[in-house]
Protein backbone atom coordinates (compact mmCIF):
# COMPACT_ATOMS: atom_id res chain seq x y z
CA UNK A 1 0.00 0.00 0.00
CA UNK A 2 1.51 3.50 -1.14
CA UNK A 3 2.26 5.78 1.53
CA UNK A 4 2.34 9.06 -0.46
CA UNK A 5 -0.26 11.84 0.64
CA UNK A 6 -3.48 11.73 -1.08
CA UNK A 7 -4.49 14.95 -2.39
CA UNK A 8 -8.48 15.27 -2.36
CA UNK A 9 -10.46 17.76 -4.11
CA UNK A 10 -14.03 18.37 -4.32
CA UNK A 11 -16.82 19.32 -6.35
CA UNK A 12 -18.23 21.54 -3.83
CA UNK A 13 -18.28 24.66 -6.10
CA UNK A 14 -19.67 23.47 -8.67
CA UNK A 15 -22.62 21.41 -7.06
CA UNK A 16 -23.79 24.90 -5.65
CA UNK A 17 -23.78 26.48 -8.60
CA UNK A 18 -25.89 23.57 -9.70
CA UNK A 19 -28.28 23.52 -6.94
CA UNK A 20 -30.03 27.23 -7.70
CA UNK A 21 -26.32 28.93 -6.78
CA UNK A 22 -26.44 28.14 -3.20
CA UNK A 23 -24.28 30.31 -1.49
CA UNK A 24 -21.43 29.34 1.38
CA UNK A 25 -23.85 30.54 4.24
CA UNK A 26 -26.67 28.29 2.97
CA UNK A 27 -24.92 25.03 2.79
CA UNK A 28 -23.14 25.75 6.05
CA UNK A 29 -26.17 26.65 7.96
CA UNK A 30 -28.42 23.40 6.19
CA UNK A 31 -25.24 21.00 7.49
CA UNK A 32 -24.31 23.18 10.93
CA UNK A 33 -21.31 24.31 10.72
CA UNK A 34 -19.55 27.77 10.02
CA UNK A 35 -19.13 29.39 6.53
CA UNK A 36 -15.75 29.63 7.02
CA UNK A 37 -15.42 25.93 7.27
CA UNK A 38 -17.04 25.07 3.81
CA UNK A 39 -14.62 27.99 2.21
CA UNK A 40 -11.88 25.73 4.21
CA UNK A 41 -13.13 22.50 2.45
CA UNK A 42 -13.92 24.50 -0.63
CA UNK A 43 -10.82 25.40 -1.20
CA UNK A 44 -9.21 22.32 -0.24
CA UNK A 45 -7.42 23.52 3.08
CA UNK A 46 -8.91 21.45 5.43
CA UNK A 47 -10.26 18.01 4.65
CA UNK A 48 -13.85 17.53 6.54
CA UNK A 49 -14.94 14.16 8.68
CA UNK A 50 -16.46 11.41 6.85
CA UNK A 51 -19.55 12.40 8.79
CA UNK A 52 -19.34 15.61 7.32
CA UNK A 53 -18.70 14.67 4.26
CA UNK A 54 -21.64 12.90 3.80
CA UNK A 55 -23.65 15.62 4.81
CA UNK A 56 -22.01 17.36 2.02
CA UNK A 57 -23.05 14.96 0.02
CA UNK A 58 -26.53 14.13 1.22
CA UNK A 59 -27.13 17.99 0.59
CA UNK A 60 -26.82 17.61 -3.28
CA UNK A 61 -28.14 14.43 -3.25
CA UNK A 62 -25.18 13.29 -4.46
CA UNK A 63 -22.86 9.56 -4.16
CA UNK A 64 -19.96 10.50 -1.80
CA UNK A 65 -17.58 10.35 -4.71
CA UNK A 66 -18.94 12.29 -6.83
CA UNK A 67 -18.42 15.33 -4.42
CA UNK A 68 -14.90 14.30 -3.29
CA UNK A 69 -12.32 12.53 -5.25
CA UNK A 70 -8.74 12.09 -5.19
CA UNK A 71 -6.71 13.98 -7.42
CA UNK A 72 -4.43 11.91 -9.48
CA UNK B 1 -19.17 39.55 12.99
CA UNK B 2 -18.86 36.07 14.08
CA UNK B 3 -19.09 35.97 17.30
CA UNK B 4 -15.87 33.81 17.87
CA UNK B 5 -13.60 36.34 16.38
CA UNK B 6 -15.69 39.10 18.50
CA UNK B 7 -14.65 37.12 21.57
CA UNK B 8 -11.15 36.36 20.83
CA UNK B 9 -10.84 40.50 19.39
CA UNK B 10 -12.43 40.95 23.22
CA UNK B 11 -9.14 38.64 25.12
CA UNK B 12 -6.59 40.24 23.12
CA UNK B 13 -7.99 44.01 23.94
CA UNK B 14 -8.35 42.55 27.32
CA UNK B 15 -4.83 41.54 27.11
CA UNK B 16 -3.66 44.85 26.23
CA UNK B 17 -5.45 46.19 28.85
CA UNK B 18 -3.99 44.08 31.84
CA UNK B 19 -0.28 43.73 30.14
CA UNK B 20 -0.74 48.53 30.77
CA UNK B 21 -1.75 47.51 34.38
CA UNK B 22 0.90 44.77 35.10
CA UNK B 23 3.31 47.05 33.95
CA UNK B 24 2.01 50.20 36.05
CA UNK B 25 2.29 48.12 39.18
CA UNK B 26 5.66 46.51 38.76
CA UNK B 27 7.60 49.31 40.27
CA UNK B 28 5.17 49.81 43.23
CA UNK B 29 5.25 46.42 44.29
CA UNK B 30 8.67 44.60 46.32
CA UNK B 31 9.03 41.79 43.85
CA UNK B 32 11.09 40.23 47.57
CA UNK B 33 8.08 40.12 49.29
CA UNK B 34 6.05 36.70 48.28
CA UNK B 35 3.14 38.37 50.03
CA UNK B 36 3.16 40.96 48.01
CA UNK B 37 3.60 38.97 44.37
CA UNK B 38 1.34 36.65 45.55
CA UNK B 39 -1.22 39.36 45.89
CA UNK B 40 -0.31 41.03 42.39
CA UNK B 41 -0.85 38.19 40.64
CA UNK B 42 -4.36 36.78 42.19
CA UNK B 43 -5.04 41.00 41.51
CA UNK B 44 -3.90 40.44 37.93
CA UNK B 45 -5.64 37.67 37.23
CA UNK B 46 -9.18 39.43 38.70
CA UNK B 47 -8.36 42.47 36.57
CA UNK B 48 -8.39 39.93 33.52
CA UNK B 49 -11.37 38.07 34.42
CA UNK B 50 -13.36 41.28 34.49
CA UNK B 51 -11.96 43.26 32.09
CA UNK B 52 -12.49 40.29 29.68
CA UNK B 53 -16.06 40.45 30.89
CA UNK B 54 -16.48 43.99 30.34
CA UNK B 55 -14.96 44.25 26.94
CA UNK B 56 -17.45 40.75 25.78
CA UNK B 57 -20.20 42.70 26.73
CA UNK B 58 -19.30 46.11 25.38
CA UNK B 59 -17.98 45.01 21.41
CA UNK B 60 -21.70 42.74 21.90
CA UNK B 61 -23.28 46.08 21.76
CA UNK B 62 -21.26 47.83 19.63
CA UNK B 63 -21.53 44.98 17.51
CA UNK B 64 -25.37 45.21 17.71
CA UNK B 65 -25.01 48.81 17.42
CA UNK B 66 -22.71 49.05 14.21
CA UNK B 67 -23.12 45.84 12.46
CA UNK B 68 -26.39 44.68 13.35
CA UNK B 69 -27.90 41.57 14.05
CA UNK B 70 -24.76 39.40 14.84
CA UNK B 71 -24.28 35.57 13.93
CA UNK B 72 -25.68 33.43 15.12
CA UNK B 73 -22.08 31.06 17.05
CA UNK B 74 -21.66 27.61 15.72
CA UNK B 75 -18.52 25.63 16.97
CA UNK B 76 -18.10 22.99 14.44
CA UNK B 77 -15.44 19.94 14.23
CA UNK B 78 -12.83 22.42 12.55
CA UNK B 79 -13.15 24.89 15.48
CA UNK B 80 -12.36 21.73 17.91
CA UNK B 81 -9.25 21.21 15.62
CA UNK B 82 -8.03 24.74 15.28
CA UNK B 83 -9.21 24.54 19.96
CA UNK B 84 -6.59 21.89 20.08
CA UNK B 85 -3.89 23.23 18.09
CA UNK B 86 -4.12 26.43 19.97
CA UNK B 87 -3.66 24.36 22.99
CA UNK B 88 -0.98 22.48 21.92
CA UNK B 89 1.17 25.95 20.92
CA UNK B 90 0.06 27.19 24.37
CA UNK B 91 1.77 23.96 26.13
CA UNK B 92 4.57 24.30 24.33
CA UNK B 93 5.26 27.40 24.96
CA UNK B 94 4.45 27.64 28.52
CA UNK B 95 6.56 24.26 28.74
CA UNK B 96 9.46 25.88 27.26
CA UNK B 97 8.85 28.97 29.59
CA UNK B 98 8.66 26.59 32.73
CA UNK B 99 12.47 24.53 31.83
CA UNK B 100 13.55 27.91 31.47
CA UNK B 101 12.55 29.28 34.94
CA UNK B 102 13.94 26.12 36.32
CA UNK B 103 17.07 26.99 34.76
CA UNK B 104 16.99 30.81 35.95
CA UNK B 105 16.02 29.46 39.09
CA UNK B 106 18.60 26.53 39.09
CA UNK B 107 21.91 28.09 38.21
CA UNK B 108 20.82 32.04 37.95
CA UNK B 109 19.98 32.19 41.28
CA UNK B 110 16.29 33.95 40.02
CA UNK B 111 14.23 34.22 43.40
CA UNK B 112 11.11 32.16 43.28
CA UNK B 113 8.85 34.87 44.01
CA UNK B 114 10.30 36.58 40.48
CA UNK B 115 10.01 32.98 39.14
CA UNK B 116 6.27 33.11 39.77
CA UNK B 117 5.78 36.50 37.82
CA UNK B 118 7.76 35.32 35.04
CA UNK B 119 5.47 31.69 34.71
CA UNK B 120 2.61 34.36 34.52
CA UNK B 121 4.15 36.16 31.53
CA UNK B 122 4.88 33.01 30.10
CA UNK B 123 1.50 32.46 30.29
CA UNK B 124 0.43 35.70 29.36
CA UNK B 125 2.59 35.49 26.19
CA UNK B 126 1.43 31.96 25.34
CA UNK B 127 -2.44 33.34 25.57
CA UNK B 128 -1.87 36.12 23.52
CA UNK B 129 -0.03 33.99 20.65
CA UNK B 130 -2.71 31.24 20.82
CA UNK B 131 -5.21 34.45 20.39
CA UNK B 132 -3.92 35.45 17.01
CA UNK B 133 -3.13 32.18 15.75
CA UNK B 134 -6.58 31.17 16.38
CA UNK B 135 -7.57 35.02 14.58
CA UNK B 136 -5.25 33.62 11.98
CA UNK B 137 -6.75 30.00 11.78
CA UNK B 138 -10.16 31.45 11.91
CA UNK B 139 -9.82 34.19 8.87
Not at chain 2, 49 to 54: A, G, L, Q, R, S
Not at chain 2, 68 to 78: A, H, M, N, Q, Y
Request: with cysteine.
Amino acid sequence: MSKAKLTISNQIRRLRFDHNEMTQQQLAAAIGVSRQTIVAVEKGKYNPSLELAFQIAMVFDQPLEEVFYVDS
Amino acid sequence: MDPKKKNIIASLITAGIVGYWMYNQFPIIDMTDPIQVGQFLLKTIGVSVITNIVMVIMLSLLVGIFAGKEEKPVFDERDQLIELYVMRVILVIFSIGFVTTLGLVGWNNLSINMSLVVLYLCMYAANIIGDLLKLYWYR
